[in-house]
């Protein structure tokens, strides 16, 4: 079991209920080999924290950006709640220490796994609205979103890489990007779709996300970066 005590330091935090952040840190998989403990994965809390994330990178944008139009603040925004950036954010409040896992999602990579960071940080984020209410939330989330908008600023990452590739793919090969699902994960109400992007014959770049329109556009950005490095030879054959 983590440190509750401890934790709680490393954040900055002093929860009411400390079974909310207990629950925040528990994986399904350890509950799959522990039945007998009574505690609660953090799955609920995910789901919630999802939510709470969207309203607070929303209102933080609106309120930063008073003459941005709604298409950038939609795009900026994924950019901040995409599964990686949660991932990051989770890593640098080193979360993937006090996960509770069970054996077999542990010695697989479980803590290092861009899933389960982003699952813990949307489930602490679920426990801090839940324990102290939504001005705490953002409190605690904001300060982590001002360097990764700098850093989605500096990189454009927030444009349309759909579009991007696509100008470019007619241009220069005479081909329209294809779209694939490869994955569907998780449970009804977190669902995370991984989707590859697929020029003639070449397979160009994967993404996930929470939606298909998220993770096609992560998976058009990375295959925009792989582009300019020359990582990809077109009249080679790759499969999905």
């Given amino acids: ?35 007998e403990h009574s505690l609660e994965d953090n799955e609920r809390l995910e789901f919630l924290g999802d939510a709470v994330l969207d309203f607070i990178a ?54 290092r796994r861009f899933k389960n ?6 489930a602490l984020v679920g426990a801090i609205y839940m324990d102290q209410g939504m001005d705490a939330a953002q409190r605690f989330v904001e300060p982590l979103f001002t360097p990764a908008l700098e850093d989605i600023l500096s990189r454009a990452a927030d444009k349309d890489a759909k579009s991007l590739l696509q100008e470019w793919s007619q241009s220069k090969l005479g081909e329209t990007p294809l779209y694939r699902t490869v994955s569907t994960q998780g449970p009804d109400h977190a669902k995370e779709f991984t ?46």
């Fill in 58 to 111: 929303g209102s933080w944008l609106y309120d930063r950006f008073p003459e941005m139009d709604e298409g950038r603040l939609t795009r900026l925004r994924a950019g901040l709640v995409r599964t990686e950036a949660l991932a990051q954010f989770s890593e640098q409040l080193r979360l993937g220490e006090a996960l509770l896992l069970g054996r077999g999602e542990a010695e697989s990579g479980g803590r």
């Fill in 195 to 240: 989707v590859a992007v697929i020029v003639g014959t070449t397979v160009c770049g994967h993404g996930t996300g929470h939606s298909k329109q998220i993770a096609a556009q992560i998976a058009a950005q990375q295959a925009l970066e792989a582009i300019e490095a020359g990582d990809i030879v077109f009249d080679e054959v790759s499969q999905a």
């Fill in 117 to 122: 960071l982003a699952g813990v940080f949307e």
């Fill in 1 to 35: 079991m983590p440190d509750l005590k401890t934790v709680q330091q490393r954040l900055g935090l002093q929860f009411h209920d400390l079974s909310l952040l207990q629950r925040a840190l528990t994986h399904r998989s350890y509950l799959n080999e522990h039945p």
